[in-house]
């Protein structure tokens, strides 16, 4: 006797196969979407300038960060920056204008030269970490004291003090501060931060002195 076979209802059948269920959505679907393409080609131009108005600038959020936003992100780091340097710097003075620090130049320089000594790599380079943590500009002013320069390949102090600003800007330079943000100028023995009339004062005044302009941000290349 051969057993009765009951075959289970199914979509799939011989009549209609499930590829062709599947092929006929998809051919319906691209229809659709040229149908739609086609319509938008066919649109005016005032038609296309109406649409395009309904995506007011206005309604796009702004996350440009505000002028006191910005302005209490720089005071910020403008803080951070002076408690750093007076902790590396003894001789740092802050202001509401500027921060200043002082080297002398017995701890960069050889007597009467420009070029920096072995001793300036270690202050350079903290002093060059600092500045990268902040975008201020910051302006390098040479000082001497006001003995005549005797061995020296430089001509007058003015010329030497501006030398050594330029050779301790190469050097920050070097150690990754963008050159734009900075600015040398000397002043020879025209500044003097003591009297030049004792050995101690006259090494006072031979001196480079880094300010920070607060409140002015550099350029950054």
Not at 16 to 40: G, H, Q
Request: aromatic share 6%; charged share 25%; no cysteine.
């Amino acid at each position: 006797m051969i057993p009765f076979l009951h075959r289970l209802p199914s979509a799939a059948t011989d009549e209609n196969p499930l590829w062709l269920i599947v092929l006929a959505d998809m051919m319906t679907n691209l229809m659709l979407f040229f149908l739609v393409m086609y319509a938008l080609s066919q649109q005016s131009q005032a038609a296309r300038e109406t649409m395009a108005r309904t995506f007011d600038a206005k309604d796009v959020v702004d996350t440009r960060p505000r002028p006191e936003e910005e302005k209490a992100r720089l005071d910020f780091e403008e803080k951070a920056a002076a408690v750093r340097l007076q902790a590396l710097f003894a001789d740092t003075d802050v202001t509401e204008r500027e921060i200043r620090v002082r080297l002398q130049d017995q701890v960069l320089f050889p007597s009467g030269l420009a070029m920096l000594s072995e001793g300036a790599d270690a202050p350079l380079a903290k002093l060059a970490r600092v500045l990268l943590e902040m975008p201020n500009s910051v302006v390098i002013e040479g000082h001497t004291d006001a003995v005549p320069l005797s061995k020296s390949p430089y001509r007058s102090n003015w010329e030497l003090s501006v030398a050594r600003s330029n050779s301790v800007i190469e050097r920050l330079v070097a150690d990754g501060v963008p050159a734009a943000r900075l600015v040398a100028s000397g002043y020879g023995e025209h500044r003097p931060a003591a009297g030049n009339d004792t050995p101690a004062g006259r090494a006072r005044n031979r001196r480079v002195e880094i300010l920070i302009q607060r409140g002015a941000e550099g350029p950054d290349e």
